[in-house]
């Protein structure tokens, strides 16, 4: 079983629909999830994270952490062109002092007119 | 700032060939990590430096693989020789050292082509 599990896609939605990432992750012990955003042939930015259960939400992008179902999702509301992208779901295994992050294989996005 | 600055950008080479991947990370920044990427294996951590000592290697795939960092702004990853198994592109991302919540921030990447 891999560590952090997501479909790779890629999923479609129309433009102004709601987009719905799904992550699951093995560890029990994870500590924090961030999502990051890939846009092809670039580098990975961070969009979200979270370490709490429930939702969290910045404009457009809300997260939601479900610890007991080992389960993170990003929601992307009103979603647009340019949402069209690979979304990284990614979980820190704590260790000592480190920051070490386990990425999924990502699920690519595309937002259609 | 500059952001997380790599290089060469792209890296096109023959079998059996060194290749070395350099890095300079966010100043102020003391985590240092080394990534690659590819279709088949997604995002993989290789290595990673805190203050410049190698807390984690065991992502490096074998001992072709090395990666250094002799001080707080310069990092190398290695491959010697190279094979065209290794092509990916390869990340490096820096952080501040202080716990489970601090953003990664990633460089450009280097496109590496095994030939």
């Known amino acids: 079983q891999k560590e952090v599990e997501q479909n790779s896609g890629p999923l479609s939605v129309p433009e102004g629909a709601i987009a719905s990432l799904n992550c699951t992750y093995s560890d029990r012990g994870s500590q924090s999830f961030f999502w990051y955003r890939q846009y092809s042939g670039k580098s990975p930015e961070l969009i979200m994270f979270?370490?709490?259960?429930g939702d969290k939400e910045d404009g457009r992008f809300t997260a939601q952490l479900n610890k007991a179902s080992q389960y993170v999702s990003l929601l992307i509301r009103d979603s647009q062109p340019s949402d069209s992208a690979t979304y990284l779901c990614?979980?820190?295994?704590?260790?000592?002092?480190?920051?070490?992050?386990?990425f999924g294989t990502g699920t690519r996005l595309q937002v259609t007119l | 700032d500059a952001g997380v600055i790599q290089s060469p950008r792209h890296e096109v080479t023959e079998m059996g060939q060194e290749v070395t991947l350099r890095c300079k990370p966010i100043s102020g920044h003391n985590s240092l990590f080394w990534y690659r990427q590819t279709m088949m294996r997604g995002l993989e951590l290789l290595i990673y430096f805190n203050n410049n000592v190698p807390i984690d290697d065991s992502g490096m795939p074998e001992d072709r693989f090395s990666a250094k960092m002799p001080n707080a702004s310069f990092s190398t990853l290695k491959i010697q020789p190279s094979e065209p198994r290794d092509s990916a592109v390869y990340f490096c991302a820096s952080t501040r050292l202080a716990g489970a919540y601090n953003e990664q921030f990633f460089g450009p990447g280097t496109r590496l082509t095994v030939l």
């Open positions: 979270i370490y709490s259960n």
């Open positions: 990614a979980v820190n295994i704590l260790a000592g002092t480190a920051s070490k992050l386990t």
